[in-house]
Antibody
């Protein structure tokens, strides 16, 4: 059974830092691109970052570039999101998801349960 | 402001049907497949439709979807209480090199 389990969410002050983790099981982690998606309270889904299988190619939402870093440890089957200079508007539930890629298709076919990041003074 | 545009709400009585539209652009739906995610109250999103019209595992055949140009649509026929959820359209965006979503459509069974 495919499982993705996020952790690391917390209450943090503006300007603070946090590292989220996503531990996976039930599939060959090193074969998949992975994604972080967030959802602010009462709002819709917002893509945050992608990382390819070897951890080299990455892309980010403009508003988090330079503040967030996505990385992975294939040996530990774990995806990470390092978040620095956090802002109130980063408050959200953060989900990790497995990205399926084809020539013209990309979709998120497995999601974790999410971890809540609250940024407030 | 979401990159993809969908109506905020849709509703119908049990047995009726609803259709949700999703409008994008050439950099996303126009070049890549459209997908839909279902989010039940208090739960994480899950894949609902992929590759424009393929039902994910466990999705009822009362559900259908299509794509034309830069738009996509999701139809649910024979509404049941279990269909009450929020539905998000999505696609890969070649300009952003990331996933874009619609703002979500809350489906209510009256």
């Amino acid at each position: 059974e495919v499982q993705l389990v996020e952790s690391g969410g917390d209450l943090v002050q503006p300007g603070g830092s946090l590292r989220l983790s996503c531990a996976v099981s039930g599939f060959t982690f090193s074969s998949y691109w992975m994604t972080w998606v967030r959802q602010a309270p009462g709002k819709g889904l917002e893509w945050v970052a992608n990382i390819e299988q070897d951890g080299i190619e990455k892309s980010y939402l403009d508003s988090v570039k330079g503040r967030f870093t996505i990385f992975r440890d294939n040996a530990k089957k774990t995806l990470y999101l390092e978040m620095n200079s956090l802002r109130v508007e980063d408050t959200a539930v953060y989900y990790c998801a497995r990205l399926v890629r084809g020539p013209v298709t990309r979709y998120l076919n497995s999601w974790g349960q999410g971890t809540l990041v609250s940024v407030s003074s | 402001q979401s990159v993809l545009t969908q109506p905020p709400s849709a509703s119908g009585t049990p047995g009726q049907g609803v259709t949700i539209s999703c409008s994008g652009s050439t950099s996303n739906i126009g070049r890549n497949t459209a997908n839909w995610y279902q989010q039940l109250p208090g739960a994480a999103p899950k894949l609902f439709i992929y590759n424009n019209n393929q039902r994910a595992s466990g999705v009822s055949d009362r559900v259908s979807a299509s794509k034309s140009g830069t738009s996509a649509s999701l139809a649910i026929n024979g509404l049941q209480s279990e269909d009450e959820a929020e539905y998000f359209c999505s696609a890969w965006d070649d300009s952003l090199n990331g996933v874009v979503f619609g703002g979500g459509t809350k489906v209510t069974v009256l």
